[in-house]
């Protein structure tokens, strides 16, 4: 894989709500690692919508296990998975794959079936290619009163152009 590839994501989707929750399975993807803030919910709700509480219910029936990996600190992860029940690890600091490696082992999965989905390519794209794994790259939620967001999804725009000349455009 080339430096550049690091940073394309495997699929691109507005939402993760976009996906229909067989398409893993369909796959050979029997282990997902989610992302939390911007990718299943804002930084400020602190715990899952309705909507992708039902979505993530309806992975989990496909088969697949599921799993949340966050920069963010343990309270944010805990008080998050309370409703979930899922594995996780919170200061993972993406895209170091250390700890994203030692999640898919603890989830006793493998790599080879194991995706990725976050909002961030110079952390979780890069993190997931890093390790090995497919990546899903969604929109950020919400980047209002966070600047360097913005900022940083300027830099992301080369490579989304990447990503467009094998794939249809949203
Ligand atoms: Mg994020």
Redesign the pocket.
């Known amino acids: 894989m080339s430096f550049k590839e690091k940073f394309i994501p495997d699929l691109f989707v507005p939402s993760v709500l976009k996906i229909r929750p067989e398409f893993f399975i369909e796959n050979g993807i029997d282990c997902l690692i989610c992302?939390?803030?911007?990718?299943l919910a804002t930084y400020g709700e602190k715990l899952p919508q309705k909507d992708m509480l039902d979505w993530l219910n309806a992975v989990e029936a496909t088969g697949v296990r599921i799993g949340l990996i966050?920069?963010n600190s343990e309270s944010r992860v805990y008080t998050f998975n309370t409703v979930l029940g899922y594995i996780t690890v919170s200061r993972a600091m993406k895209p170091a794959k250390k700890k994203l490696l030692a999640l898919i082992e603890q989830m006793d999965r493998k790599k080879e079936n194991a995706c990725l989905i976050?909002?961030?390519i110079f952390?979780?794209v890069l993190c997931a290619k890093r390790a090995g794994i497919k990546a899903v790259l969604v929109r950020?939620i919400d980047t209002r009163g966070k600047p360097f967001l913005r900022f940083k999804k300027h830099f992301e725009s080369y490579f989304m152009e990447e990503y467009y000349k094998n794939h249809p455009r949203y």
């Open positions: 992302d939390i803030d911007n990718t966050s920069n976050g909002d961030q952390t979780d950020s």
